[in-house]
Every structure is written in C-alpha cells, then in structure tokens.
C-alpha cells in the first residue's frame, strides 16, 4: 500500500517498508512552506535533536511553536518562533518569552494529545531496516507526539542518521509512518565531560550504603550520579529502571553488577560514542515510551526501586527544589516526582535527594529554613550531601528537620539554621 503527497506540483510516491522515499532539503523546504501558519512542531530533545530537519524547517516557517524536552544548545532563537517546553534544557533556558508548562514527565504525553495537539513532529532515527526504523537513544515523549500528529493529520518528518543506535522496545516504528525524511549522516552529541570533585565522590559513597542488595536503580546523569554508580561496581544482581541512563550503567554492565536476565530499561539515554555503540541492536537495552517508564503505578512494581535525584535547594520541611533559581525556572519537575512517588511505593524502595551541602559558584547554602517557591518534591526517604545523611522517612517534623541541619547542612551555616527552624515552630535544641 503507498501514500501519495504533493511536493510542489509534483507527486512523490512514498511506498512502505523499506522503500521509503528521501527526499532532498529542498522539497522537504516545499513540504514545510504549506504547513498551516503558526504550526506547532514537537522536535526531539536532550541529545537526539535532529538538527538539519529543524534548520529547514527554521529557514522555511516564519512563525511556528516549537516543543521540545530539554532542549541543547542550537534551539532557533529570533522573531516569530515561541520556545515551549516542560522541561527547561540549555538551549532555551533564560529565553525571553519562553512558555514553560508545569508538568510531571509522565504526564506530558497528555499534555501533547489534549492541550498541545501538534502539527509537525521532526524525529532522528536510524537508516529503515526491515520495514522499520529506530528512535534510538531518544524515546521519551516522541511515541505520544506521533501518536497525537496523526489524530491531527499532520506530518511526521525523519532525519535517518546511520549513526544512530537501533534500539528496541517502544523505539521501533514502522517505517510507514513517516511521511517525509531527508539524510544526514552526522555524529550524535554527547554531554560534556564533568570533572568527578571529592565532594560527589563523598554523596556517591554514602548514597551507595543506602541502596539494597538486588535493589533497582533509578539515577540522572551528573557527577553525583556516576559518583553513586561508580561506589556499586562490586555489586551483583543490581537492575535498572530509570527515565534514562549514561556511561555508567554501562560500567555497571561490563563489571557484572547488573543482572543478566532483566532489561536495562530506560526512556533515553546520552552519553559517549561508546555508550551508543554498545547500545546498538542490544537487546540487554529496552527503551520504553515515557508514560510507561515514569509510570508511578509500575515503578512501584519493582521490588526495591531506590530513585536517586538531586536539588537546587532543600529545606528545613524536607521539601526539595530542583526546578527554580531565584524565582527563575531553571529546569522543571522532569521525572522527580514521578519516581520519588513510585520508589515510595516499592516494596522496599527508597527515594534519595543527594546535593553538595554548599553551592560552590553562586557561594551560598544549598539548605535553607524555608523554600520562597514552588516544591518539585518532598516526603523522600533520605536526603544526603557530602556532611552526611539524614533520616527523613518515619521521623516527625521536628526530627527530620535537626537532622538536615545536623547532617546535611554545612557547618557554618547550622547554628543560622537553628535560630530560623525555631522561628518556624519546629523543637530544635
């Protein structure tokens, strides 16, 4: 069965299978000029971003909406284009006029079907094989967005890269439901290296004391993060499943700390070439839709899941605020309270807040008496910086609150901490 479109006059047969047509940026320039005005376009985010498809279509709409999940640097930025996200990456953070929508990762797939139809969906996948192609490393929210495209009759257009990793699970789509691709044969980005300080060395080691044997991971990307999963490579029988994963799940891997009859499950992954390579047609690697992986209801279904994510700030309330910088979004919610939630939930699950006790640029204490703003999560079971660890679940107020001072909080600023916990009601000695 084919579909036929119209190419400036012209028809282009797209056939299914493998025999998918690519076109060349100029006719993918003509499809994007009868797009109707002021389109929305969900784009792939983190390290997935299918950068040329996003040029042309940039070069070609003068006013368009454009959606995407932290999003890097090269984001268009001039007139007439309207940056929305629900989750603030470096290339849209501190832009003026940014539409930030408050939401929990795993319910962004219903934001995008009832509230944000869109009316483009642009996606890097592999080259099509055997009548399918690969999201690879970045699954996320793009099956949802795809999925509300078509309700909206709109177009899906591919950028095949061979360079992209085949992954399995939900990352496969049949190659007929695309519409339009062009080619570009370019390396993926990878994340910065981020030097690992004795501080993270110090959060991963005690992080690590409170994760059980056999315990499910659920961890960011981050020098706290690779700090933690560097402290369990003598481990054994530990699992994965996390909204994403990096290079150290693959250490993890390759030093048998992980079990080999349980899927390294994730939503998307960024990390080095060899990460990618490895990830490759692995079926140890199964890649799920965000609404499954950040399910609350199913997280809790693993036995042990401890989620390990880290803050901006802290309180004396034991809330945490991983979203905002002096009022400013910085981030947003992301996954959080997804898997603080559902860690609570597990059988045996923790859910871990890990922060520097003080933030080293800005000079100043990571906990604080009281946030001025908006929680992305509270109720965790611990929450832990390179002072120590405090007890947070099963303690009353009073007592969750001494030990942040007492075990998280820098020293020289517990004695402050004191004074304002006793102005705000709490029995402090």
Known sequence: MSRSFVIWGHFAEITGGEDVRVISESQLAAVLAGVPDDPRVVAGGNFATPH??????????????????????????????????????AGMRGREGLRYFPCRLSLVPNLLKETLPPDVVLIQTTVPASGAVSLGIEVNILPAAIEAVRERGGLVIAQFNPRMPFTYGDAVLPADEIDYAIEADR????????????????????????????????LGIGAI?????????GRTGLAVWSEMFSD??????????????????????????????????????????????????????????????????VDLYAQANAARVRG????????????????LHSPGGRAIIALPSWHPKAEVSTVIPRLAGPVTSFQHSFIVSEQGTAAIWGHDASEQARQIIDHVAHPSVRDGLREAGRELGFHLP
């Open 52 to 89: 040329r498809a996003l040029r042309i279509l940039d070069e070609t709409v003068a006013r368009y909406r454009l959606f995407m999940l932290n999003a890097q640097k090269g984001v268009p930025d001039r007139d007439g284009v309207v940056l929305e996200t629900p989750f603030v990456g």
């Open 187 to 218: 390396p993926l980005a990878a994340p910065e290296p981020r030097p690992r300080t004795g501080v993270a060395r110090r959060i991963g080691q005690r992080v690590a004391s409170l994760i059980p044997p056999e315990a499910t991971l659920q």
């Open 225 to 233: 993060p690779d700090a933690v999963l560097d402290s369990l490579r």
């Open 248 to 313: 150290g799940v693959l250490a993890l891997e390759r030093a048998g700390a992980l079990r080999p009859d349980t899927p390294i499950t994730a939503s998307f992954a960024f990390g080095s070439p060899e990460l990618y390579a490895w990830m490759h047609r692995n079926r140890r690697v199964r890649m799920l839709r965000t609404e499954k992986t950040n399910d609350p209801a199913l997280i809790a279904r693993r036995p042990r899941l401890v989620s390990v994510n880290s803050a901006l700030q």
């Open 328 to 343: 400013m979004i910085y981030s947003g919610f992301g996954g959080q309270t997804d898997f603080v939630v559902g860690a």
